[in-house]
């Protein structure tokens, strides 16, 4: 070959590379580190719900535009077909894992690692409900939430002990609402809320002691309700104790000891509707034993829909019929409730919950925490912690999420150039 024929092959090959690579031409710098294309982007809070391309530079979001340049990114993603949200965020999850013998989610093997569970299901924000108190919350700091990826949040435990189950969880004397807003203003932002579960005894106490702190420190109390003997009144939880912005999880639970918010006549209760007027905010917390189609189909089509869908992430509820936070906003799709909302439950509704404006959303200028999800068609089926199923036609899989910028679960490789081509060992 000729001289000059062999360079414009060598061109050709080296143009072809650089196309199929999406790089930037020669000799300019990128100004974004990537850029996810093509896809279907719910941003609720933004009031975005269209094709669009999202731009990321280091750790926070560029740009949300149609049309950004390819050429203009380190690195290009086609998310063409699918759906771009916000990193989703769960709010009811139980991450401080540990050793500790007889110690159930409160540094107890009942409680997971967050990052086995979070990215590969888009979620970037795991909040651990109760699985410290004031006591253990430095523990679970150190061990935990100084280690994960995932960024994770806490919900203190009004009992000092934390989430160790048994008799620990019963000692009124170990919930101190004032040594709990202690540690509450120690770590503003990352302790956002206090729990209260489990205990079954005739008092008020664990409510009103938790609402005590959460008013001292203007966090929202989460209560897992019931097992009182003798039974406490549901009706004044929601419209006497809690205060707007408070939370009751596990909605659409039927549990002996709580009253289930869909009455026998399949109606939602004239209170719950009182309750959600007044800004009591209603959470799916799914977990092992919480979550009934019996309530949520006909809650549903009564237009009950949860505030926010959480999944109670625990050994028991994960290989079970909750498996992970898409499997269970895809129960509430197939129920009817639609994309966009469920999106919203899981991004900007949390985020305000949890009093964190900064997550849930792809601002520009927001932390780049994106999850790229693939609606699914098909024929699918969902279980409840009866036992009981539901069958569908639409599921979420998460195909990528990024985390402060970084991709940290890449399914089938969409932001990856082939082997063939990638430079990089
Ligand atoms: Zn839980």
């Known amino acids: 070959m ?103 989610l409160s540094n107890g093997d009942s409680a997971v690692p967050p990052d086995n569970h979070s990215f590969r299901s888009g979620q970037t924000t795991l909040v651990d409900v109760g699985g410290a108190g004031w006591r253990d919350f430095p523990r679970f700091k150190e061990q935990v939430i100084d280690r994960a990826r995932t960024r994770v949040l806490s919900f203190l435990n009004i009992v000092g002990s934390g989430m160790k189950g048994g008799p620990i969880e019963q000692n009124l004397a170990d919930m101190d609402a004032r040594l709990t807003a202690m540690r509450i203003r120690q770590h503003p932002g990352v302790i956002v809320g206090i729990k209260v579960a489990h205990y079954n005894g005739p008092e008020w106490d664990p409510i009103t002691r938790a609402v005590a702190a959460g ?20 009706e004044d939880l929601l419209l006497k104790h809690l205060r707007p912005g408070d939370i009751l999880t596990h909605t659409y639970a039927q549990v002996a000891g709580r009253i289930p918010i869909v009455d ?30 019996s309530q949520a189909v006909p809650a549903m089509k009564l237009g009950f829909t949860p505030d926010v869908i959480s999944t109670d992430l625990h050994t028991g509820s994960m290989n079970t019929g909750m498996k992970d936070i898409l499997n269970t906003m895809s129960k509430f799709l197939n129920m009817g409730m639609p994309l966009h909302d469920v999106i919203k439950a899981n991004s900007s509704k949390a985020a305000e919950v949890i009093k964190r404006s900064d997550l849930g959303h792809l601002s520009a200028g927001a932390e780049a925490d994106i999850a790229v999800l693939n609606l699914r068609r098909g024929k699918f089926g969902f279980i409840d912690t009866a036992g009981g199923k539901l069958a569908g036609d639409q599921k979420l899989e998460c195909e990528l999420t990024v985390k402060g910028g970084q991709v940290v679960w890449d399914l089938n490789g969409m932001s990856r150039p082939l082997w063939t081509e990638n430079r990089k060992p």
């Open 264 to 293: 026998e006549k399949g109606q939602v209760r004239p209170y719950v509707l009182e309750a959600r007027k007044r800004g009591i905010i209603f959470d799916a917390g799914h977990g092992g034993g919480s979550f009934l189609f």
């Open 215 to 234: 008013r001292e420190t203007n966090v929202p109390v989460m209560v897992d309700f019931g097992g009182h003997t003798p039974p406490l009144s549901l």
């Open 2 to 104: 000729e001289r000059r024929s062999l360079h414009i092959a060598l061109c050709a090959v080296f143009l072809l590379i650089a196309c199929s690579l999406q790089l930037p031409a020669a000799g300019q710098n990128p100004e974004f580190d990537l850029v996810i294309r093509n896809g279907h982007v719910i941003d609720p809070k933004n009031g975005v719900n269209a094709v669009m391309d999202v731009a990321v530079s280091g750790a926070k979001i560029a740009r949300v535009a149609a049309g950004i340049d390819p050429a203009l990114a380190k690195r290009v993603a086609d998310a063409t077909g699918l759906y771009v949200v916000p990193g989703l965020i769960d709010i009811h999850a139980h991450v401080f894992y540990g050793t500790d013998k007889d110690s159930y």
